[in-house]
């Protein structure tokens, strides 16, 4: 049983019921977080930090892909600045002979 306090009014007053019984609300509006909660918490982090899949599962103690795969939700935001300067970092390549390639 979730534990509870009686509601005090604006005036300092505990607030009656309908049945002119002390009014009870709950302790505690929200449940407590979960170790499942937590965890998920610290991969859906370690994924916004930017750690790679094969680190997030070797972290979280994962054989799949998959699995890791549910608890990170990186933001598309922050995927796509991480792959511009990933391409600005190591210049576009024509894939031939090395050469960067020049825009018109």
């Not at 990186?74 to 600045?81: G, I, P, T």
């Not at 990933?86 to 576009?92: E, F, V």
Request: proline share 7%; hydrophobic share 30%; with cysteine.
């Amino acid at each position: 049983m979730t534990p509870q306090v009686p509601v005090v009014g604006d005036d300092g007053k505990v607030a009656k019921g309908e049945d002119g019984r002390p009014a009870w609300t709950p302790l505690v509006a929200e449940p407590l977080p979960t170790p499942h909660d937590c965890r998920h918490t610290y991969g859906t982090r370690l994924g916004d930090a930017g750690l790679e899949r094969h680190d997030i599962m070797a972290l979280m103690g994962h054989d799949a892909y998959r699995t890791s795969h549910r608890y990170v939700h990186s933001d598309e935001d922050k995927r796509l600045a991480r792959a511009r300067q990933a391409m600005t970092s190591i210049g576009r390549r024509d894939g031939l002979g090395g050469q960067a390639v020049s825009r018109s």
